[in-house]
């Protein structure tokens, strides 16, 4: 922060403190109490500036990365590099017996309140596992929080719930046990808090009735928060460095808890003049305008107001000032050591009869408590308890959820809300309940999750982003969400980031920033493939019933709207397909028209081709969920003709058939076989698509217009198509689709790689250019491709194997003619054998143990091996089907013949035995070769008929 001029920056202040520890810490007996509180206080000091400039509340990296120029990062950083006083205070500050090591007679209490108390001021720097790894710290912290001694209790609080974020000290079984015991414990001290905390604010109202217009005085002594005519709060001491603090917290009342100002008069949520983001000028301190007093706006927009940063700030960013320690403080400890354990299962049991989201709900309504920051911690602890659905259920049925949207907007309890919003939003049987809630408060719901989207914090926009991920499967979500313009506001969250509106060269950000907007490309992209999906889901729906309309029937049962739509990915192509069928050539379909309208098709294209560069976890996600977009999109001819005509990138201009060809390829994304498989389904609904659709005047059911049509682009879509395949052609899609149905790599995913680019090749074979291309190639006439047909790549994806098979045959037809031409040499796949792979890999064969001895025998018997199949006979308990007794009969087929049987014929095959009810009427069987037909056995000799296949 800027300094008053002539006065020391708080860094070097801290220094000299480091100095002077370091000089007078080797001395016996020396007392560093005194030291640590300097140390604290100036640590808590710069906090509350940092807090000012209202940073994200889910922030976890080090203040110094979200603002390298921030005295609290700088003095965190000076901190950590005397390892000697972190060492110290660690290993020996903290321990209860410090002084009576040392030989002295004097208690260590203060001192570790002081060493408490710095360690929850560094946490913004420090590494949580040390605390585990320090020896006899957390059994120390579980003593002092039994021992119930303030402020030493409350500070020990606050360090195990640090210690609880390390799921290998929560799950440990020693802590469990002491957790089985503590957590009632708090329940029960934090509603004695709660309580306790009501009770001042009452008697805080009535003083304020007594004396309505205190809040307008500028006396200091009438309303200590006051602003000073020089901008200064009025009634809070400085330190030495210029910056209103009290010694370490507040003036007055309010440093014990009592909340003095910004209580008077309400403020409706949203109050005007508070920004989302205080830009920070250069050497860390706030932009011109601002006072230097803590968290106070621009002079001129406050001056002699009512709506002041000083009575607005409670509801915005609130206070946490944990010296002296206050209510506020103990509850907020209390409320941070359940909110890790709340994830757990054990919890649910320790929270029998303590009525915790009664608790929660107290402290949620900001309009009662005024603090932010209260509610904030509360929110977090709501949203761990809602990893269970018992709690869910519950607080949606109590109508928590219109509590929820009732916040200061913006605020830091706001972005809160986006968290349990979100967690909501992941238990499908609890969005039913919200579904189900009326229309008015889906309506406020959905209009809150988007101004989240437009002005909450980072996390709160990606929040809010996920939430609706989850929610479009809902059609009563969906809808309301359409009608309140989300498309727009949601296309917005990426259409104006740097990294896709800036040019590599323009632009200025840290490698944090570059992540975190990746990361809302990425989560933005997953929701507008929900948002696709459903509606293509719903469009289906609508033409299904048409068509059966149409031809006399009755429609099907409408989805009920609080019911979710999940699509598989199959079902999406299938959907997709159903469209292209069914749906209208020039029909509108509102929801892509739009997504169209706003540049939405150029800007998931850009993503695919700027991700080449990218390098984090989430990039074939990313693309994945922007093919997946695509996809759905490409059943409108517009879509179609947009790809195939070229587009401006930052780097060059390109066609977007030749992006999509390039992630098939693996060019954009390597080794991600499902980013392929995306590229390549995309390929498949533009490629295979009807010629004629319905609409054209070539179709069976569309109309002869009464005249003809001028100023249309296209005229049928057969005119589409064919510009489709000749853009694949001449982007050389032809090479790359062949290429990659010789796949052999990633083991896993080659055979499905290779049916989907041999169908996406059935489909561009209906060009006539392109079949006589194909037709030249060497892979159609030097047997590789009958080689590639024999096998699968992988045994355990044979299913996809014989989808291979069946495009293959398609192809090889089109390019070629019929199989029965003597263009190939290993001309060894029939449609025939084609199905009956299809049905054995389908299939899954049950059989007796029984039986398949019988089975065994029979082939031994018939193969001559008489003595072989007696011995079987003898060893195992079964009737045989064929009569191994007499050995002068002749075997009825080779030893190397093919048997070929149906199960249903095992009723029908049977021979003479000891149990008389039997009959003797064993049918020949047929052998299914192209072999002559063998002789029929002379037991019962008669016409065989054609044996059926096994069914799926």
């Not at 093919?627 to 409108?636: E, K, M």
């Not at 499905?752 to 037709?775: D, E, H, K, N, Y």
């Amino acid at each position: 922060m800027g300094e008053a001029e002539g006065e020391p920056l708080s860094l070097n202040l801290f220094q000299d403190l480091i100095k002077e520890w370091d000089t007078d810490h080797v001395q016996n007996s020396y007392d560093p109490t005194d030291i640590l509180h300097k140390m604290a206080d100036i640590l808590e000091k710069e906090t509350n500036v940092y807090m000012a400039s209202d940073p994200d509340p889910f922030e976890e990296r080090h203040p110094s990365r979200v603002d390298p120029d921030c005295q609290l990062g700088l003095i965190l950083k000076a901190y950590f590099k005397k390892e000697s006083l972190v060492q110290e205070v660690f290993n020996n500050y903290m321990k209860e017996n410090y002084f009576t090591r040392a030989g002295l007679d004097q208690s260590s209490f203060n001192l570790n309140v002081a060493s408490c108390r710095l360690v929850l001021d560094i946490l913004p720097g420090l590494e949580i596992g040390v605390l585990n790894e320090t020896d006899g710290l957390i059994p120390q912290l579980y003593k002092w929080v039994s021992g119930k001694l303030e402020p030493l209790c409350s500070y020990a609080t606050g360090l195990l719930a640090v210690a609880m974020e390390l799921n290998e000290v929560a799950t440990e079984a020693e802590i469990r046990e002491r957790n089985s015991k503590l957590v009632p414990e708090m329940l029960i001290k934090l509603r004695e808090l709660q309580d306790q905390a009501e009770k001042e604010r009452d008697q805080s109202r009535t003083e304020r009735f007594k004396r309505p217009f205190a809040l307008f005085s500028k006396s200091p002594l009438k309303n200590p928060r006051r602003l000073s005519e020089d901008g200064e709060m009025e009634g809070v001491g400085k330190l030495s460095n210029g910056h209103g603090v009290s010694n370490g917290g507040l003036a007055g009342k309010e440093s014990e808890g009592e909340v003095t100002s910004g209580v008077g008069g309400k403020k409706e949520a949203g109050g005007g003049g508070c920004k989302r983001n205080l830009e920070r000028s250069g050497s860390g301190s706030l932009a011109p305008g601002w006072p230097n007093g803590i968290m106070s706006p621009p002079r001129s927009s406050t001056e002699n107001s009512s709506s002041s940063w000083a009575e607005m700030e409670l509801n915005v960013i609130g206070h946490f000032e944990i010296y002296p320690v206050s209510l506020q403080a103990s509850q907020i400890f209390i409320l941070r050591l359940l909110t890790p354990l709340a994830e757990y299962q054990d919890f649910l049991s320790l929270t029998q009869g303590s009525r915790i989201l009664q608790v929660l709900e107290r402290f949620i309504n900001v309009r009662e408590t005024r603090d932010a920051r209260l509610a904030f911690e509360a929110l977090k602890l709501l949203a761990s308890l809602f990893c269970h659905k018992k709690f869910t259920l519950e607080w949606v049925a109590t109508g928590g959820l219109s509590l929820l949207m009732q916040m200061p907007r913006p605020s830091m309890a706001a972005t809160g809300s986006s968290l349990c919003l979100y967690y909501l939003a992941c238990d499908d049987d609890t969005m039913e309940k919200i579904c189900s809630l009326p229309p008015h408060t889906l309506q406020e719901l959905v209009k809150y999750c988007l101004w989240l989207l437009e002005c909450s914090h980072e996390t709160g926009r990606q929040y809010s982003i996920m939430f609706f991920g989850l929610a479009f499967p809902f059609r009563s979500i969906l809808e309301v969400f359409d009608g309140c313009d989300g498309l727009r506001k949601l296309y917005n969250t990426i259409c104006t980031l740097s990294i896709i509106s800036d040019k590599d060269d323009d632009r200025d950000m840290s490698d944090d920033q570059e992540f975190m907007q990746r990361q809302s490309v990425r989560y933005t992209t997953q929701a507008l493939k929900k948002y696709v999906e459903a509606h293509l889901a719903i469009r289906v729906e609508v033409e299904l019933s048409r068509d059966l309309m149409r031809a006399g029937g009755s429609p099907q049962p409408p989805h009920p709207s609080y019911k979710p739509y999940r699509l598989e990915q199959e079902q999406v192509t299938e959907h997709i397909f159903t469209l292209l069928e069914l749906m209208n050539y020039r029909g509108r379909w509102e929801p892509v028209d739009k997504l169209i309208k706003l540049g939405g098709l150029h800007l998931l294209l850009q993503v695919i081709a700027l991700s080449y560069d990218w390098t984090y976890a989430g990039r074939a996600e990313t693309v994945k969920c922007a093919l997946d977009v695509l996809a759905v999109c490409s059943v409108i001819p517009r879509v179609q003709l947009a790809l195939c005509d070229k587009m401006e990138l930052p780097e060059e201009d390109t066609v977007g058939i030749n992006i999509i060809l390039g992630t098939a390829e693996g060019e954009i994304v390597p080794d991600s076989p499902e980013v392929q498989r995306a590229a390549l389904l995309v390929l498949c609904h533009l490629l295979c698509g009807p010629v004629v659709r319905p609409g054209c005047v070539k179709h069976a059911a569309t109309p002869t217009p009464s005249k003809k049509r001028g100023g249309d682009r296209v005229k049928s879509s057969d005119e589409v198509i064919n510009k489709v395949w000749e853009c694949v052609r001449a982007n050389n899609g032809i090479m790359a689709l062949l290429q990659l149905m010789q796949t052999k790599t990633p083991l896993t995913d080659a055979d499905s790689i290779r049916a989907l680019a041999c169908r996406a090749l059935v489909g561009l074979a209906r060009s006539s250019t392109a079949t006589q291309i194909m037709s030249k190639l060497p892979i159609f006439n030097n047997g590789v491709l009958n080689m590639l047909l024999r096998e699968p790549v992988l045994q355990d994806k044979r299913a996809e194997h014989v989808k291979f098979q069946k495009h293959a045959h398609e192809l090889i037809e089109k390019v070629s003619g019929p199989m029965s031409s003597k263009n190939y040499e290993n001309n060894d796949i029939t449609l025939d054998m084609l199905h009956r792979a299809s049905v054995v890999a389908n299939t899954k064969i049950r059989y007796n143990n029984k039986q398949l001895l019988q089975l065994i025998h029979e082939h031994l018997v018939m193969s001559g091996l008489n003595k072989s199949a007696e011995v079987l006979k003898n060893e195992s308990d079964f009737v045989p089907l064929v009569d191994s007794s007499g050995v002068s009969v002749p075997p009825v087929y080779p030893v190397r013949s093919m048997i070929s049987f149906h199960p249903s014929h095992l009723n029908r095959r049977m021979i003479s035995s000891p149990t008389p009810s039997r009959p003797i009427s064993t049918p020949s069987r047929q052998i299914t070769n192209a072999t002559p037909s063998r002789p029929t056995s002379s037991r019962n000799p008669v016409t065989t008929p054609t044996r059926p296949l096994p069914t799926t």
